[in-house]
């Protein structure tokens, strides 16, 4: 049977009208995020928040067509809501957009403050860089691993809604199952329940999303995942942020009760002035910064000795100025590498090994600081 292609998928789909404007639902402009990979399709349909109603049925149709489609075995169909004051699909272009004052000169989030944590989950921390190709994934993962060596109860959650790859990672190819409550049931994998944007769309498609797209997928993953229950609720729930510091971070900080952050860095001077940035947006968000690490400190050399290819020691300096906690040095190791790439983290696969003594280290620092803290406030 030929594999289904895009084409096939879009024509189908526009044969459902938009009951808007009475286009297909392709030429409407509502398939957005559209997966087609063996034996499963999906898409979102993203309409304003008074709409939603009126979509129900459409999404259900979609549904039902395209699970009817040769080989596909799961189809799914989410409707979401656009951000408030978000313009209507229909709105005429104006004059090229420019920045206005208050948005240079303000960047303050506006949005009211966090007052909950998602359903059964006592702590939240996030991990961010500033900037990308750090290792700030992998030391999530690895941060999140220490924590279950801990004894507790650990989530993981990839917020890099433009680049996941917590499925790669840890070896996973199951997507979450909807449970009765309708919220996702997570996969497992090495003990954590782990969710991420990677199970919902094809590797091989660019992620061409707009910011309040992007940021309602990551509410989604947050609050509509099962993470724990209320005989057994999960101790700490590590989120993977995406590089740099703009609407999926705030949009997280603003609506999640967050516990701490960890930053992470390597040596140089580069890398150091997006940590900076990290740092400040945490602080501009209330959240406290548990700590730097640095990543790549160093390359072990076949004779025992220690490399340093980017610099050492510039994230150490940089905690002291800050005034925030150092959890300490990771080596540039490629066994990590390989670990992540085949998906068999090596912190999990040896837990005895150097490495993973070295991340039950920095876990048990940011364990200590959370309890430090006092009972949850949720």
Do not use: C
Request: glycine content about 12%; hydrophobic content about 40%; charged content about 20%.
């Amino acid at each position: 049977m030929p594999d289904l292609t895009r084409e096939a998928v879009l024509d189908v789909l526009n044969r459902i009208p938009d009951p808007l404007s009475g286009q297909g639902l392709s030429e409407a402009g509502l398939v957005r995020g559209l997966v087609v990979s063996p034996e499963r399709v999906g898409f979102m349909i993203e309409v304003p928040q008074d709409q939603v109603p009126g979509y129900q049925d459409v999404r259900s149709q979609a549904e039902a067509v395209l699970a009817r489609l040769p080989g596909v075995k799961k189809a799914q169909v989410v409707l979401t809501a656009e951000a408030p004051g978000a313009p209507p699909r229909d709105a005429p272009r104006g004059p090229s957009a420019k920045l206005s004052d208050r948005a240079v000169n303000d960047g303050k989030p506006k949005a009211p403050v966090a007052t909950a944590r998602p359903d059964h989950v006592r702590h939240v921390i996030v991990v961010g860089s500033g900037k990308g190709g750090v290792g700030k994934s992998t030391l999530s993962l690895a941060i999140a691993l220490g924590l279950k060596a801990q004894g507790l109860r650990v989530g993981f959650l990839d917020a890099d809604i433009y680049g996941p790859s917590a499925p790669v990672m840890l070896g996973l190819r199951t997507p979450p199952e909807f449970g009765e409550d309708k919220r996702m049931v997570p996969p497992e994998a090495f003990g954590l329940k782990v969710n991420s944007v990677g199970f919902l769309v094809d590797p091989d498609q660019a992620m061409i999303w707009r910011g309040p797209m992007a940021s309602q997928a990551l509410t989604q993953l947050l609050t509509q995942t099962r993470w724990g229950t209320p005989e057994e609720p999960l101790d700490v729930l590590v989120v993977d942020l995406p590089p740099g510091t703009g609407d999926v971070q705030l949009t997280l900080t603003q609506k999640t009760l967050i516990d701490g952050a960890v930053v992470v860095s390597t040596p140089q001077e580069m890398a150091l002035a997006d940590a900076r940035r990290a740092v400040t947006l945490f602080g501009k968000t209330g959240i406290n910064v548990l700590g730097i690490v640095e990543n790549m400190a160093w390359f072990p050399a076949p004779d025992g000795g220690e490399i340093e290819i980017f610099g050492r020691g510039g994230a150490r300096a940089l905690a002291g100025t800050l005034n925030v906690p150092f959890l300490g040095e990771v080596p540039l190791d490629p066994a990590l590498r390989q670990g992540s790439d085949t998906g068999r983290p090596l912190t999990a696969t040896e837990p005895g090994g150097a490495m993973a003594r070295r991340f039950s280290e920095i876990a048990a620092a940011i364990a200590h600081a959370l309890a430090a803290e006092g009972p949850a406030r949720n």
